[in-house]
């Protein structure tokens, strides 16, 4: 074998190891839900930055199995909005990582792809988990702007509880 094609399969087994490390879940176990009262303080800084930057988000906050715990969608959002922001907010609170980690392995590709065969993955950025104390205690899912808006605005939100 060559040098070079000794590289390409290093490189190749990095490029693998790497994706497979990027794409495994939070060692965070699951907490007790998010109580009514931090779900709001969460919202409330999502909801800021999008009024701040002027877009129109839909934000959901759910308890660590997916359930709703807290929605507020702003006027004249897109109505298809609701449903994302709680997809995206169930799917990284059952997958215990940020929705953009699940982007990121399908923009990858290769076996990335196998993200589009997984019940409720949903691979666009904008799901954050959510901890306190250690614990995860539900997520935030964001929608209604571009997927990096989407993820500033959820970004905010988790801030609350750091």
Partial sequence: ????????????????????VALAQMAIPYG??????????????????????????????????????????????????VNIAMGKARSAAQFKRPTKALQDALAAGGDGLRILGLEGAVPVEGGVPLVEGGKIVGAIGVSGGTSQQDGLCAAAGVAVLQ
Wanted: glycine share 4%; charged share 15%.
């Fill in 1 to 20: 074998m060559s040098a070079e094609t000794v590289w390409d399969c290093f490189v190749g087994l990095l490029l693998t190891v790497c994706a497979t």
């Fill in 32 to 81: 007790l839900s998010i109580s009514l009262e931090n779900a709001k303080k969460v919202a409330a800084p999502a909801l800021a930055e999008a009024r701040k930057n002027n877009w129109l988000m839909a934000v959901a906050v759910v308890d660590p199995a997916g359930n709703l715990v807290y929605f507020e969608k702003m006027d004249g959002t897109q109505n298809a909005s």
